[in-house]
């Protein structure tokens, strides 16, 4: 079992270096190798659901990197902007952890999603678009980078929020989450929380979603709860009582009930995209 694992981990880490190199066509190849070797350690007919998993989440939004690849950097790490119906979502791509932040904006409020440790772009940007920073919106508890999140309730006096199961387990004041809760940004949009354990088992997705249209869901942001052609790694919480397998199947439940069930026209953003 542990040979297994530490293969996946290899795999994996070799892989996802790779995969931004390939053409598109080897790309598909790659992820339903990945699929099939993450499945060692589920059982037999939970390994073809998951590489059926793993490629339909693939095929629905593997254009968004051959998009991403043809953007040209912008100022302030800020990699891309767009603006829909005076929504505007910035995002601000950090290369050398491949790791995204999301800043939301609409009727003068904002929510960052995410955000690394140096937030002065993240608080320029902000009094630049004459907003008011509602919320810090943290998908999970992260391992590989410092977040910036008490610094920004220190100087703006946003709410820090993280998921279910986080009480406890900081030194500083947050909201803990709820699964199914909402979290107003305007009077047109909000976030709907959804407690997707597998990667850590507070991971949550945050789907935003147009109040005025029947809750309709338009973006989700998934921190590592979702990569294109994978998903985060259940190996990393084994310190805080978690085992792999216990977190592999958290993941499998996870991906099969609230990622694929989420409609094909909802944008997908995630921890590195």
Known sequence: ???????IIMFRSAARLLTCRLPLASRRTLVTSRARLLSVTLTQSSE???NRTLTYVTARHMSS??????IAPLPSGLKTAVSENGLDVKIYYLECLAQATYLITHEGNAMIVDPR?????????IKTLKCSL????ETHFHADFVSGHCELMQRTGASIYFGPGSAGRTKFTHHELKDGEIIDLSSQYAFHVLHTPGHTPESVVYLLIDKTKGNKPLKAFTGDTLFIGSCGRPDLVGSIGYAAEEMAKLMFYTLKTKICTLPDDVQVRSYGT
């Open 48 to 50: 073809w659901a998951l």
């Open 65 to 70: 990197v051959e998009a991403a690849s043809h």
């Open 1 to 7: 079992f542990f040979i297994d694992i530490y293969i």
């Open 117 to 125: 440790r140096d937030v002065d772009a993240f608080i320029e940007d």
């Open 134 to 137: 509602k919320g810090v919106l």
